[in-house]
């Protein structure tokens, strides 16, 4: 046996120059899952086609710091919505033959973890809507979504189970 078979090297993988092990990875790469980065793309093109309408009937000039700002709150507010969608559907997803995949029920991100990150998800939106001043009628259009999508939740997932004690009828 040679020097190098006794010493063997273990595989290090970096994150921004911190060395993380495969768990990490997983876990970070589910949460990657969880907010749906792909489905930005809708919301990314109905704003740009709102601003670009807005600025032509209206003459009103696109700002982009904000527009940007605007996108972030929305992808935000439905990445957390996203993420919310899967914790309260974990049970059935588990049993969907393609659905099982998904980061919670393959055990990568724990169901407690994803229910709170939705939450700071949802919060940082509208966070960032409260800093853009003046944008009472966006502010307003987060809430709608928010709210239908809660509604949706409530009536078409596993969600009522989740809430013990509460008639929903």
Sequence with gaps: RGLG???KRQQVNYLFFYPVNKTMLRFFYGLLQLVR???WSKSFGNMLIAAVTAGLLLA???????FLLGFSALALLWSGLYALNDYTDRKADALHPVKKQRAIPRGVVPASVALFFSLILI????YIAFI????FLFTLCLVAMLINQLICLLYTSDAADELD???LG
């Design 5 to 7: 078979d006794v010493y």
């Design 37 to 39: 980065p792909l489905e």
């Design 60 to 66: 009103v000039p696109l700002d982009a710091v904000k």
């Design 123 to 126: 919060g940082s939106s509208f």
């Design 132 to 135: 853009l001043n003046g944008t």
């Design 165 to 167: 004690g509460v008639d």
